[in-house]
């Protein structure tokens, strides 16, 4: 019994007439040719969305729109290999009506349409609210580090370019040594004549003068790092341990559908700050619809929270544990029970810790001291409660009482709470596994900003298919 066999390479073959023939009515293709045939390029902004009187005609911004979202939809980002695929490829043959646009056109549209391509996907957005894609009643909030376009190697700090400079001045010093010597024979490690000594001492005052200008850079500007390829990224530190430069990718995803409602480019390493501002953004996509909101202890800030509040926004944040120094739980902050009425503190030992002072931060007070040395020099469980000779000191933030009511107000929603995690992160899986895309190919924070929110049209798009 023989096997399956292909046609003759040689045999003549009638293909249909038309290439529509080859594209099937429930393709994607055929979502986005409608969905951007619809939009007004000239009121979203973009070049050349109106025909030049005069000079050589250039491609319809529709048609580059089109290939740009297909892209995504189909994990392709490069712009080459975009080239690539309106040659090869029949869906974008179709898509481009048999266009082909060289990588340095696809490109150009990317680089000079980057607000307009934004507003191409609020307005997909509002498309999908208009779709009943958004449920509108609970929303998870996360960040996620995505790698830049910048090595670790060219990325400084105060103290990493400290030692450059000291290595080149030892460096610089070896030279000089060798041509105060004047030891130009040739040996079995053959050693540097005096002219190539001096081409190197040269490079190295070069090199040493570069890092000292990023050293005046960084005092002159406040900073603690700088990086030279992409100036706004940032070191930071992802789930995996490792350290790299990168951007933070806000995004509030919405549980209907776990499509991302809104987002937001941060370089800053950790989320603290974040809630109120992405919380605020997705009410206001919703149209002041008041909704739940889930985020981990990564976004627990007082300030923050009472915001969310006042917007009519329910938060369930777990708060932060904090350690006592010795690592026993058994001491942990939260074991310390606060007594309203006498305004004190009773430790794990049962023993009462008094109001000692104010703290304050740029002339605000922003929470309270409590303590009672003579106690903790006589108690029996100081080795396991602190490490400071004194005794142990209790801080109680100002807002404690409201931090309480969020506290208690997550632990009776715990089930509802669990799928935080289920609901952001699956976004982030795709876009990083599933489309390997855990890094940006562009510079810059405003470039960054445009393919970070692709998941939301290309999961609207394939809702959309569906439902068709």
């Not at 045999?11 to 009515?25: A, G, K, N």
């Not at 010093?173 to 041509?179: N, S």
């Not at 944040?317 to 010795?326: D, E, M, R």
Request: glycine residues 6%; charged residues 35%; aromatic residues 10%.
């Amino acid at each position: 019994m023989g096997y399956i066999e292909g046609h003759d390479r040689n045999q003549p073959v009638l293909f249909p007439e038309s290439i529509d023939d080859y594209i099937t009515e429930d393709n994607s293709v055929r979502v986005i040719d409608e969905y951007v045939e619809q939009l007004d390029l000239v009121k979203l902004g973009f070049t050349k969305a109106v025909c030049a009187g005069t000079g050589r005609p250039s491609y319809n911004p529709k048609d580059l729109l089109k290939l740009y979202l297909y892209g995504y939809l189909n994990r392709i980002r490069s712009s080459r290999r975009l080239e690539h695929e309106a040659i090869r490829n029949i869906e974008v043959i179709w898509l481009l009506k048999k266009l082909r646009p060289d990588f340095k056109t696809i490109a150009d549209f990317r680089k000079d349409n980057k607000p307009a391509l934004k507003g191409v996907f609020r307005d997909f957005n509002k498309l999908c609210d208009e779709w009943s894609l958004f449920g509108k009643e609970l929303v998870a909030i996360d960040g996620s580090k995505f790698r830049a376009c910048n090595s670790k190697r060219n990325n400084y700090n105060a103290s990493k370019l400290q030692k450059h400079i000291k290595h080149i001045d030892k460096k610089i010093e070896d030279y000089m040594r060798e041509l105060d010597a004047g030891d130009t024979a040739e040996a079995s490690d053959r050693k540097p004549d005096i002219k190539e000594i001096k081409k190197r001492l040269q490079e190295l005052r070069h090199r040493k003068e570069k890092y000292q200008n990023y050293q005046k850079d960084l005092e002159k500007r406040g900073k603690n790092e700088i990086s030279t390829t992409d100036p706004d990224a940032r070191l930071m530190c992802n789930n995996n341990n490792n350290v790299d430069v990168s951007y933070n990718v806000q995004t509030t995803v919405d549980a209907k559908h776990n499509l991302i409602a809104g987002f937001k480019i941060s370089n800053k390493p950790n989320d603290l700050g974040e809630l109120d501002n992405m919380a605020l953004r997705a009410k206001k996509l919703f149209g002041g619809k008041d909704f739940e909101a889930l985020a981990d202890k990564g976004y627990y800030k007082a300030q923050d929270l009472k915001k969310c509040v006042e917007n009519g926004i329910t938060p369930y944040v777990t708060k932060q544990v904090y350690s006592n120094g010795t690592g026993d739980k058994d001491f942990y902050t939260e074991r310390f029970k606060y007594n309203k009425e006498r305004n004190l503190y009773v430790c794990p030992g049962n023993q009462e810790l008094y109001y000692y002072k104010k703290r304050t931060s740029k002339g605000k007070v922003i929470g309270y001291d409590y303590r009672n040395f003579n106690v903790c020099n006589e108690c029996n469980f100081k080795s396991r409660c602190t490490k400071s000779e004194k005794g142990r000191s209790i801080y109680r933030h100002i807002d404690q009482d409201f931090l309480d009511t969020i506290d208690l107000q997550t632990e009776l929603n715990k089930d509802k709470y669990r799928l935080r995690q289920m609901i952001v992160e699956h976004p982030f899986g795709t876009i990083k596994r599933g489309w390997g895309a855990y890094y940006f190919l562009t510079k810059r924070k405003i470039s960054v900003n445009i393919p970070s929110r692709k998941n939301t049209l290309t999961g609207g798009v394939e809702q959309l298919n569906r439902r068709s």
